[in-house]
């Protein structure tokens, strides 16, 4: 008989236990699972977005992937993104990811997604914050442009990983954000001086690599005046870059078909121009050599974020939970294991 398929729940302590001060290793990770979907391995179609009329500025993103390679897993991240949470002293997202075995299709575990979400974006972000500044001077002035979760997450890792700076300049349209942030980076010991500034283009101009990183649902920087020394931009939240800037920039991607949607920036600029010229590449192209970064015009990195990436570190903390064994089991969570049923009872609930 077949062995009975068992379901785990990874609460987000655990899965910050496993992952905390692992950064470096995170990166490779997550570096080898997009290698692994550039090359074709994975299956990762479009994110699906569940929005409310009544409640526009909020949604809830469902990505299911499938990642190939010596150690393959399917599954499904289902994240919430509901900006208003902050006021009430929440994170603005939260999220479950659900890991299915590829052999029989049953889920075996859900874990705490935010955490993972995360840690997995300010991998891939430092991943391409070396690869891009390969054949530049490296940044030594980072300006954060929205100080939220997100941007500690990459500052975290951007330190773990052997980056200091002589500045860290601050701005966000919320005070009591930056004021966060720069406990956290007092906290943190972290390197740098830091300003807060009043505004974006003063920010952008004072710095050689920018983290975006705010909510915003439309451009709100347009001057491309403000990239003039070309810095390296890490556009994590997509849709702050007016397409003028785009244009004057070496624009990477991670994935060019999930990109290019959901009116993100590059989403803008291609609907502006009418085409895709203004894309150098994918960082799996940078990574390849098969694009050369030039170092005298902005570079702007634009990931949308793959499914494949989450799974790659779920799954990752999932084995290292089963090791540990501590993993909590959910006892009869899959019960109707006979096509034809049986007199059994159901298994106790515990
Ligand atoms: N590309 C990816 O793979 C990926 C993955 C995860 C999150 N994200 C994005 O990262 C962003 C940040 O997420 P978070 O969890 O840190 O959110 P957060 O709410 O913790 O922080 C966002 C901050 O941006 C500020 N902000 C909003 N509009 C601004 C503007 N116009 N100028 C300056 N600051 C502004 C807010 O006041 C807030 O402090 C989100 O847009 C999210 O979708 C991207």
């Given at each position: 008989m077949t062995v009975p398929p068992t379901f785990s729940v990874i609460p987000g302590a655990q899965v910050r236990q496993v992952l905390r001060?692992?950064?470096?290793?995170?990166?490779?990770?997550?570096?080898?699972?997009?290698?692994?979907?550039?090359?074709?391995?994975?299956?990762n179609p479009p994110s699906y977005f569940l929005r409310f009329p009544d409640r526009p500025s909020s949604r809830i993103i469902a990505l299911p992937a499938s990642l190939g390679g010596t150690a393959p897993v399917d599954g499904l991240k289902w994240i919430s993104s509901f900006p208003g949470n902050v006021t009430e002293?929440?994170?603005?997202?939260?999220?479950?990811?659900?890991?299915?075995?590829?052999?029989?299709?049953?889920?075996?575990?859900?874990?705490?997604?935010s955490v993972i979400s995360a840690a997995r974006t300010a991998a891939l972000?430092?991943?391409?914050?070396?690869?891009?500044?390969?054949?530049?001077?490296?940044?030594?002035?980072?300006?954060?442009v929205g100080t939220g979760l997100i941007a500690r997450y990459v500052h975290t890792f951007l330190e773990a990983t052997g980056w200091t700076f002589d500045e860290i300049g601050l701005h966000d349209i919320a005070s009591e954000s930056v004021v966060?942030?720069?406990?956290?980076?007092?906290r943190s010991a972290a390197s740098g001086r830091t300003t807060a500034h009043e505004n974006a283009a003063d920010l952008i101009a004072e710095s050689d690599l920018v983290l975006f990183t705010?909510?915003?649902?439309?451009?709100?920087?347009?001057?491309?005046?403000?990239?003039?020394?070309?810095?390296?931009?890490?556009?994590?939240?997509?849709?702050?870059?007016?397409?003028?800037?785009?244009?004057?920039?070496?624009?990477?991607?991670?994935?060019v078909e999930?990109?290019?949607?959901?009116?993100?920036?590059?989403?803008?600029?291609?609907?502006?121009?009418?085409?895709?010229?203004?894309?150098?590449?994918?960082?799996?192209?940078?990574?390849a050599g098969r694009i050369r970064i030039p170092d005298d015009r902005p570079v702007v990195?634009?990931?949308?974020?793959?499914?494949?990436?989450?799974l790659a570190l779920g799954r990752m903390v999932h084995a290292e939970v089963a090791g540990s064994g501590e993993l909590t089991e959910?006892?009869?969570?899959?019960?109707?294991?006979?096509?034809?049923?049986?007199?059994?009872?159901?298994?106790?609930?515990?």
């Open positions: 001060g692992r950064e470096g290793e995170v990166v490779q990770l997550v570096e080898s699972a997009y290698r692994l979907h550039a090359e074709g391995h994975s299956v002293g929440l994170p603005r997202a939260s999220g479950v990811l659900i890991l299915n075995d590829p052999g029989t299709g049953y889920p075996y575990a859900c874990l705490e997604a972000a430092v991943s391409a914050a070396d690869w891009l500044s390969r054949d530049r001077t490296r940044p030594r002035r980072l300006g954060v966060g942030f720069r406990d956290y980076l007092y705010t909510v915003a649902s439309e451009p709100h920087v347009h001057d491309p005046r403000c990239f003039a020394h070309g810095p390296l931009v890490l556009h994590l939240s997509l849709r702050d870059l007016a397409p003028e800037i785009l244009i004057g920039s070496t624009n990477i991607v991670d994935d999930h990109c290019l949607k959901a009116n993100t920036s590059p989403h803008l600029t291609e609907q502006l121009t009418g085409n895709r010229e203004f894309l150098a590449g994918t960082l799996a192209d940078v990574v990195f634009s990931p949308f974020g793959l499914g494949v990436l989450d959910i006892p009869g969570f899959f019960d109707e294991l006979t096509r034809f049923g049986t007199d059994r009872e159901p298994t106790p609930c515990p």
